[in-house]
């Protein structure tokens, strides 16, 4: 039983419901876990879902407490920077660190989840379930409804079952799910004459405009593609004459190392892109205390690479806030709420606004210009002027602080520039000139 003796309930075996089931396992609490899928590591990947995932500081760190950080890297493959192919022109690599040491990593979400899955069937208490549909929780009975087995009695239901949470629609929350009109599409990249056909040390991007395309290195030398564009626009390519000559024509420098691209465009699925936000993540009942965590509470737009990442900072704070408050979940439950919900909002917008530069700024000589300037401050002002792609992933500073960070380090720069230019005799309006 957990700490104040209720039967804890984790909806969802993907990567926050398998973190926190071995979180809760080794504090003493027995859970159980249940899964709408087999289990995949019977079963498989399902095709064209095999998504490769970025897992940065924030999720490194919320491995390391249960053990699994070095394995993890094990399996990964990093990437110091993007590696960006404008049409037209040269692809130029962008480090993502002004020492171009720091790295993103490239992992399989199967993966991950098979180890996760791993050390959660090894963590006393933790029970396993799958093929076991959720479809709500009772709580006023304290009881998980399964579409199959009738209900469970559960006194704490922590639904982690993913962005489209049928725990979160039972609990009739207010809540807005708010689709892009963009779609993805994987696609693959196979490994030529047994190497990697791209630089593994990079993300690549082709920025298009309205479309673009991405692809990480997976540790077998293929790459995995995503193809991001409006959804109406891909049926547009309805045979395989079309789609290799649209790739011929967009991208040019990756269509001739695509040999299954015709059968990949057709048979795989076009994914959705949903940024879920939603209030409140809990709901207590006489019989059952629920909360959301990872993406049923806040699924974001994949452009900052941080969904996992923060799903697993979810985890993290859960265990905490049971910590702090001696095991008493209505306390603990809404605590992590209080404290993430402000974070989650942040990376939320973060996330759309690195779409913006992703499909467009990173081909402009501008924005290449800006980011050369920005790794040069970081040198020159170590530790004081931080970019902010290097506190989202390099570091595990609260989301929430960030955009105030920002904030104030770009007026102190201000102020050193106007500082400066007196010193050397410029008046503001000429600094002003000069500046525009
Ligand atoms: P999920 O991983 O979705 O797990 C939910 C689990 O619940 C699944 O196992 C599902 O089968 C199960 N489930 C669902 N419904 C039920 C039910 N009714 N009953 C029982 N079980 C159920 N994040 C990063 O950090 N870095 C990246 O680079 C990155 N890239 C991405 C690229 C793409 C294209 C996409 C779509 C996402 C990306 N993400 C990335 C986001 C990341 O995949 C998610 O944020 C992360 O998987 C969330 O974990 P989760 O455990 O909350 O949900």
Redesign the pocket.
């Known amino acids: 039983m957990a700490a104040d003796g209720e039967r804890v309930a984790i ?8 973190l926190l089931a071995v979180l809760l396992g080794r504090r003493g609490i027995p859970v159980t876990v ?4 087999p289990d995949p590591r019977i079963a498989g990947a399902e095709r064209g879902r095999s ?6 500081a924030r ?1 490194l760190a919320a491995l390391e407490q249960v053990g699994l950080r070095d394995q993890s890297l094990k399996q990964a493959l990093p990437m110091h920077g993007r590696m960006v192919h404008p049409l037209p022109g040269a692809q130029n690599f962008q480090p993502y660190s002004a020492d171009g040491e720091r790295a993103i990593n490239s992992i399989s ?1 199967a993966e991950l ?1 098979r180890s996760l899955l791993d050390t959660a069937e090894a963590t006393p208490g933790v029970t396993l379930r799958f093929s ?4 709500g929780v009772d709580t006023e009975a304290g009881a998980i409804l399964l579409e199959d087995a009738g209900a469970e009695p559960a006194g704490v239901v922590l639904a ?8 979160r629609r039972s609990m009739e929350l207010d809540e807005d799910a708010d689709f892009l009109e963009h779609g ?1 599409k994987e696609l693959t990249v196979p490994p030529r004459d047994g190497e990697f056909a791209l630089d593994p040390d990079a993300l690549h991007i082709w920025p298009r405009g309205t479309a673009m395309m991405i692809a ?1 290195p997976n540790l077998d030398r293929s790459f995995t593609c ?1 193809l991001f564009w409006p959804k109406g626009d891909f049926g547009a390519l309805d045979t395989p004459a079309k789609v290799t000559a649209h790739f011929e024509r967009h991208y040019p420098d990756v269509a001739g190392l695509m040999p299954d691209l015709a059968d990949d465009y057709e048979l795989n699925p076009i ?1 959705s ?1 949903v940024t879920v936000r939603c209030r409140p993540w809990t709901r207590y009942g006489p019989g059952a205390k629920v909360a959301l ?4 509470a806040h ?2 737009v ?1 452009f900052f ?7 697993f900072e979810d985890c993290i704070e859960i265990d905490r806030c049971l910590a702090e408050t001696g095991g008493d979940w209505g306390r603990a439950l809404t605590l992590y709420q209080e404290r993430r919900k402000a974070n989650t909002d942040v990376i939320a917008e973060m996330a759309l606004d690195n779409f913006v530069e992703m499909r467009d700024r990173v081909s402009s000589p501008v924005y290449r210009a800006k980011q050369a300037a920005a790794h040069a401050l970081e040198r020159r002002l170590a530790g004081r002027y931080v970019s902010r792609y290097e506190l989202v992933s390099f570091s595990t500073m609260p989301y929430a602080e960030i955009p105030a960070r920002i904030r104030r380090q770009n007026r102190a720069l201000a102020g050193a520039v106007l500082g400066s230019a007196a010193v050397l005799g410029l008046g503001v309006r000429a600094l002003l000139r000069r500046r525009r």
Do not use: F, H, K, M
């Not at 909806?11 to 398998?18: H, I, P, S, T």
């Not at 690479?305 to 799903?311: D, I, M, T």
């Open positions: 909806v969802g075996a993907g990567l926050a419901g398998c249940y899964e709408r899928r998504i490769n995932l970025a897992i940065s999720g979400r989840n076991q549909r959720v479809t982690g079952d993913g962005a489209y949470s049928a725990v993805y990480l995503t994914g892109l965590l990872g993406d049923a699924a974001i994949p690479g941080q969904g996992a990442n923060c799903a």
